[in-house]
C-alpha cells in the first residue's frame, strides 16, 4: 500500500475499507489517513472511525481539546529484555517473547518521560467526564500510576487481568507471572458523571459480587492475527474480550474511543462492532496493514459470551 498524498486520495483509497456491519441503521466507512502526508489539525468528523498512521505525541497535538469520550492504552510496556535469546527448560526450544524495538528504551527516565508525554497530551484531548484505561506488566505499571496521579487524574479502579493461559516461567526461577494490571481514571478527582455500567462490571467480574477481577484467556488460536508468510502480526495483540470489557463498562453507543498506540487494532475493531466510533494511532505501517485487513471481516461476538454472561445477561434482560 503506498503513501497517500492528500485527504481527497486518502478518502479515496480507504473507501476499500466499508465495513459490512449490523449495528446501526449502515454501515460506517472507516478511514486511513497517512499523517506524514497530511500535515493539519483534525476535525472531529475526520478523526471518526480513522486510523492515523503516524506518531502519537505528534498526531495528538493537531486533535481539538475535549474530543473523545474514553480513551485505552496500551503503551509499549519496557520489559527491560537482556537480549539474549531464552530457551524453555527442558525442551530448550527458543521462546518467542517480545523483543520488539518499539519497547526498548535506554532507561527508566526516558520511559517515563514518554509515559508523562503521553498522558499529558491525552488529557487535554479528554471530553470533561471521559475515562482513560492504561494497561502494563508489573514492569512498568507502578511507574504509570504514579505518572497518572501526578498529572492530577483520580484513579477510579485497577482491574487485575487474571490469564488463564499464561506463559510459563521457562527458567523456574520465578512465579509465573499470569497477570496484567489496568489502571482506570478519570482527569481529576471532581468529575463524578463518567459512564459506568454497573451490570456488566457485575458481570465480567470475579465471583458473584463483579470483583475487579477479570479472568480470561491471552489472545491465541485463531484470533490471532497472521500476516501473508504466517508470521503473527503483532508480539502483543490483546484479546477481544479483554476490549469488550473495558468498552461496554465504559462507554455508551456512538461515543467516540481513542486509542494512541493501538498495534493491530484491537480496540478500534471491538469499538466498531459494538456500536463505538474510534480513532487509532499507529507509527509502524505493517501493523496498520494488519488493522485494515482485520476491518474486511466482521466481529462475532456470539461465541465469547460466557455461559455466567448469558445467564445474568438473560436474566437482566440486555
Ligand atoms: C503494546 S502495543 C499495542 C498492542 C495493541 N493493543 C493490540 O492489541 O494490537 C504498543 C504499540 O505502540 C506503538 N507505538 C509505540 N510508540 C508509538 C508512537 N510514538 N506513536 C504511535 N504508536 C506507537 C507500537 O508500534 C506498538 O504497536
Redesign the pocket.
Known sequence: MKKLRNRSKVKENAANYVVPTEVGTMARKIYLIDSFQLNKEFSVNEIKNSIIYG???EILKRIKDETFDMVFI???YFLQLSGKELRRWKVKTKVDGVNDQ?DKFSSFEEYDNFIKRLLFETKRVMKPNATLWIISTYHSIFRIGKILQDLGYWILNDVIWLKTNPMPNWLGVRFTNATETLIWAVKDKNVKKYTFNRNYAKIFGFGSTGTNVWVLPICSGKERLKDEHGKKC?S???PIELLRRVILTSTKENDLILD????????GYVAYFLGRNFTM????FE?VKCTLRRFEKKLNFDNLITKKEEKQLNFLNI
Do not use: L, S
Open positions: 506518531d502519537a505525541f496500551d503503551p509499549p518499539w503483532h502483543t495483540q490483546k494512541p498506540m493501538a498495534g493491530v487494532g484491537t480496540t494511532i499507529e507509527k509502524n501493523y
